[in-house]
């Protein structure tokens, strides 16, 4: 059973361009949470999704950033006209719906904005 | 969410048994304890959780206290592989999610 998948692991873009980190849960799981981490910083809570429905999107910054989880395909975060600050490692976790309390990581999109 | 306090770092030897601690005094009857681990460069990933009594698993043993208020994290015998930030978390199991709040951790640093 592979883990949590991630992709691209690195994305470099220029302020103004589009971001798309795509996450590819473990299978059987359907529940997918998205986390940033800023550099030297704590991992911060961004969103949750459902298949086809955000449950929880209160970390979520309120312009420029969007997440779907549909029903066929990956998750996607997308950062729209990408600005420097948003340069960070961009984690995506998966649950099962029998076992909501353990959080399954993937290795991370490292976002640099030059 | 109730709050962790965790020392900044700790070291060990490889080899010997590491106790990494965590204060929870706000801990509602509720919280599970749970702990992630970070390794450098890569996701979180996940440990050990309990409720009230104490937890045993291939990666670490937890010890709850009595009063909750404090745990501890057990590594019988440290490697070089478990040196990374290790973090003490709260969480409420809901039907709304389980979102984690990471502090800031301890990180643990294994010297030969």
């Known amino acids: 059973n592979a883990g949590v998948m991630q992709n691209p692991r690195h994305l470099v873009r220029r302020r103004g361009q589009e971001a798309r980190l795509r996450c590819s849960p473990m299978k059987g799981h359907s529940h997918v949470y998205w986390y940033r981490q800023l550099p030297e910083e704590g991992l911060k809570f961004m969103v949750y999704?459902?298949?086809?429905?955000?449950?929880?999107e209160s970390g979520m910054p309120k312009e420029r950033f969007s997440a779907e989880f549909p029903k066929e395909g990956p998750s996607i975060l997308r950062i729209q006209q990408v600005v420097r600050g948003d340069s960070a490692a961009y984690f995506c976790?998966?649950?099962?719906?029998?076992?909501?309390?353990?959080?399954?990581f993937g290795p991370g999109t490292r976002l640099l904005v030059l | 969410d109730a709050k962790t306090t965790q020392p900044n770092s700790m070291e060990s030897n490889e080899e010997e048994p590491v106790h990494l601690p965590c204060n929870h005094s706000?801990?509602?009857?509720?919280?599970?304890i749970h702990w992630y681990r970070q390794l450098p460069s890569q996701g979180p990933e996940y440990v050990i959780h309990?409720?009230?009594s104490n937890v045993n698993n291939r990666m670490a043993s937890l010890a709850i206290a009595e009063d909750r208020k404090s745990s501890t994290l057990i590594l019988h015998r440290a490697t070089l592989r478990d040196a990374a930030v290790y973090y003490c978390?709260?969480?409420?199991?809901?039907?709304?999610?389980?979102?984690?709040?990471f502090g800031t951790g301890t990180q643990l640093k294994v010297e030969l």
């Open positions: 976790a998966s649950s099962p719906p029998e076992q909501q309390e353990t959080q399954y």
């Open positions: 309990g409720l009230t």
């Open positions: 999704l459902q298949k086809e429905n955000i449950i929880d």
């Open positions: 978390i709260l969480l409420i199991l809901t039907g709304g999610g389980n979102k984690l709040t």
């Open positions: 706000t801990i509602s009857g509720t919280d599970y």
